[in-house]
T-cell receptor
Framework: DTAVSQTPKYLVTQMGNDKSIKCEQNLGHDTMYWYKQDSKKFLKIMFSYNNKELIINETVPNRFSPKSPDKAHLNLHINSLELGDSAVYFC??????????????FGNGTRLTVT | GENVEQHPSTLSVQEGDSAVIKCTYSDSASNYFPWYKQELGKGPQLIIDIRSNVGEKKDQRIAVTLNKTAKHFSLHITETQPEDSAVYFCAASRGDYKLSFGAGTTVTVRA
């Protein structure tokens, strides 16, 4: 019944590795996002996809590559992991691109720890 | 771009008392102001929002006020309960896809 589900919940890996986080939403929404929450709880948007098309790509290193195989899925692949990538990554979805009429629905996050 | 400042960063209240969190925004074109609650180990969840055409909105023990002239908005929680303990985020946008979040307020309700 989970609306936005992401896996894994925890991810511990070493510097230099490549890892992926998967996200699925069953709300029928058109738009999906990846947010990064740092150790101070600050939430920052990374990417947004609308109908499988990339809409927002904030100043994120190109080691981060999102992929949306269909409207219900948005995965995040990270190459050559660095210590500074340690954070909680949240997937979210909304009915449409406009925040005015379509609030964000967040997953429960993936805590990534790079050692 | 939009800059949202949120105060205080931490707030401790006695159960039954009220809690108030304040946010200011910089972009006068912003017209949508949601509030999210994040419980431990979970993602943020929308609890209430307000649009620029109203000055106040209430939902049971939660109320938001908006002062467009001063560019600030506030969240008020009355009769606080232990389950209100969480991190609260304000946010602002022009109604498009770019939602700018405040830095969060950690609220602790003491029994």
């Amino acid at each position: 019944d989970t609306a936005v589900s992401q896996t894994p919940k925890y991810l511990v890996t070493q510097m230099g590795n490549d890892k992926s986080i998967k996200c699925e939403q069953n709300l029928g929404h058109d738009t999906m996002y990846w947010y990064k929450q740092d150790s101070k709880k600050f939430l920052k948007i990374m990417f947004s996809y609308n109908n499988k098309e990339l809409i927002i790509n904030e100043t994120v290193p190109n080691r981060f590559s999102p992929k949306s195989p269909d409207k219900a899925h948005l995965n995040l692949h990270i190459n050559s992991l660095e210590l500074g990538d340690s954070a909680v990554y949240f997937c979210a979805s909304s009915q449409a691109l406009s925040s005015y009429n379509s609030p964000l629905h967040f997953g429960n996050g993936t805590r990534l720890t790079v050692t | 771009g939009e800059n949202v400042e949120q105060h205080p960063s931490t707030l401790s209240v006695q159960e039954g008392d009220s809690a108030v969190i304040k946010c200011t925004y910089s972009d006068s074109a912003s017209n949508y102001f949601p509030w999210y609650k994040q419980e431990l180990g979970k993602g943020p969840q929308l609890i209430i929002d307000i649009r620029s055409n109203v000055g106040e909105k209430k939902d049971q023990r939660i109320a938001v006020t908006l002062n467009k002239t001063a560019k600030h908005f506030s969240l008020h929680i009355t009769e606080t309960q232990p389950e209100d303990s969480a991190v609260y985020f304000c946010a602002a946008s022009r109604g498009d896809y770019k939602l700018s979040f405040g830095a969060g307020t950690t609220v602790t309700v003491r029994a």
